[in-house]
């Protein structure tokens, strides 16, 4: 149940945050443009709060909050007094109905940029993206390429960290060839490598981009010796203590391996079970009954242990942490990557190579900001510039109802002279509601297909 509220609450904020940014353009350059404003609405359906301000703007949060809209006076939806024909969206030339439209989705990159040097002033703690395994038999394992090695780039972008490894893989799906470069540990060389990707199959809610190539970050070693016991937990419940060497789950022995041990655990929430360990050199037999607790859509089995783990070597981290200077250069750079990306994906998804299978709907995103908010400011604000970017690109769409449709409409008004027909308008704006609501509905369907599954 926190989970879930957690969640709520973080999309919630975030949607709130992006939506409000994206209606303000809107509302800044018509108000600048000299078109009057009735309502800057944050949400749909019933108003929990309204306030009319002094520029005579209704001031409006509502109770739906996924989206929001900027009414403004129009004469083809409302009736105008003479005095304030000049002050109507139509009045207005073509160029400035242009300038107010694109302001929305303008609004999204800039608070994008603004986000991401926010999280390069604060700096992310990371590691490098250093080889750990390569799966046998996988892309990179035929690629012949070496266990310890840094990923310095994917494609021609340069990689920092994992985060950056993953994306720039994804940014290739479709293509037959993927160029990478690795650099050794003592850096002596950097060799060039062109993985075979013809038979890849990513399929995003299976694995990640990197384990579907057959790529094993490295970690630190995980020891099945316990480095801690929390309190009232069914651990010490049972008598495990700090420094306990588990050996064996219902005589199945672990063999040192702590991935094994959480897995078998998992599977006896409220059951007993009898753990074989070892203490001071002397092998025990203790009992004990796992906690039930969620994880995701299932219940599992917790002890309430942590195992010890050896440290990160210093050189595998990196903090990417910049000043105010190079802080927006730096912004500057992930928000035309992840814009460039984001393009990418669409095109994917109307080509094919990309599977509908992978759109995600407000479940999918309330997870996303329940998880980033979850591990702090720097994360959150990477996860808002991430969903800000998607808000302004998919606005851009040219379909009716988004800000795209209008501004394809307005185009062709600037090249023909002439208003598109109402009626071509009335059936664009139907066909672009339908859309929408299919793409909506499929990302429903996938969110609960991930829940349930």
């Known amino acids: 149940m926190f989970d879930f509220i957690w969640n709520l609450a973080s999309f919630v904020v975030a949607l709130g945050i992006l939506v409000t940014i994206h209606e303000y353009g809107h509302f800044w350059v018509a108000r600048k443009n000299g078109v009057k404003v009735e309502r800057f609405s944050v949400g749909f359906g019933r108003a929990l709060w309204r306030k ?44 400035q109905r242009i300038a107010i439209i694109a302001a929305g989705p303008l609004a999204n990159f800039i608070f994008a940029l603004f986000a991401f040097y926010l999280m390069f002033l604060i700096g992310v703690p990371s590691v490098k993206p250093i080889i750990g395994e390569l799966t046998p038999n996988s892309i990179v394992g035929q690629a012949q390429l070496n266990p310890s090695d840094e990923i310095i780039s994917v494609a021609g972008t340069r990689t920092r960290d994992w985060q950056d490894v993953n994306l720039a893989f994804i940014g290739e799906i ?31 809610e299976k694995s990640s981009a990197l384990a579907s190539l057959g790529i094993v970050p490295f970690r630190p070693q995980v020891y099945t010796q316990l480095a801690t016991v929390a309190p009232d937990s069914a651990a010490e419940q049972a008598g495990l203590l700090v420094g306990d060497t588990l050996l064996a789950v219902n005589g199945e022995k672990i063999q040192q391996d702590w991935r094994s041990f959480s897995e078998k655990i998992k599977q006896y929430p409220e059951q007993n079970v009898m753990l074989s360990i070892e203490r001071s050199g002397e092998v025990l037999q203790l009992a004990i009954t796992p906690k039930a607790i969620k994880q995701g859509d299932k219940t599992v089995g917790y002890v309430g242990i942590a195992p010890k783990v050896d440290s990160w070597p210093e050189h595998y981290l990196v903090d990417l942490t910049y000043g105010p200077i190079d802080a927006i250069t730096q912004s500057a750079i992930r928000t035309w990557n992840m814009t460039e990306l984001t393009f990418g994906m669409i095109i994917k998804f109307i080509t094919g190579d990309v599977s509908v299978k992978n759109l995600s709907g407000p479940i999918g995103i309330a997870q996303g900001a ?14 808002l510039a991430l969903i800000s970017i998607n808000l302004g690109i998919i606005n851009l769409l040219p379909l009716p109802v988004l800000d795209g449709g209008h501004l394809l409409y307005y185009l062709i008004e600037l090249l023909t002279g002439k208003e598109v027909p109402e009626k071509v308008q009335e059936a664009g704006f139907k066909f672009g509601a339908l859309t929408i609501l299919t793409l909506m509905a499929i990302g429903l369907f996938n969110d609960f297909s991930r829940v349930f599954n």
Not at 61 to 78: T, W
Not at 182 to 202: F, V
Not at 370 to 383: D, I, N
């Open 370 to 383: 329940g998880s980033s908010a979850g591990h702090g400011l720097v994360y959150f604000l990477g996860f």
């Open 174 to 204: 479709g293509r037959d060839e993927i160029k990478i470069e690795t650099k050794s540990q003592d850096s002596l060389y950097i060799k060039t490598t062109l993985l075979n990707t013809r038979q890849w199959h990513y399929a995003p």
């Open 52 to 95: 009319t301000g002094q520029d005579g703007t209704e001031y409006v949060v509502a109770l739906i909050p996924l989206g929001g809209y900027v009414k403004m006076l129009d004469e083809r939806v409302d009736d105008v007094a003479e005095h304030d024909k000049d002050k109507t969206f139509n009045s207005k030339s073509v160029y």
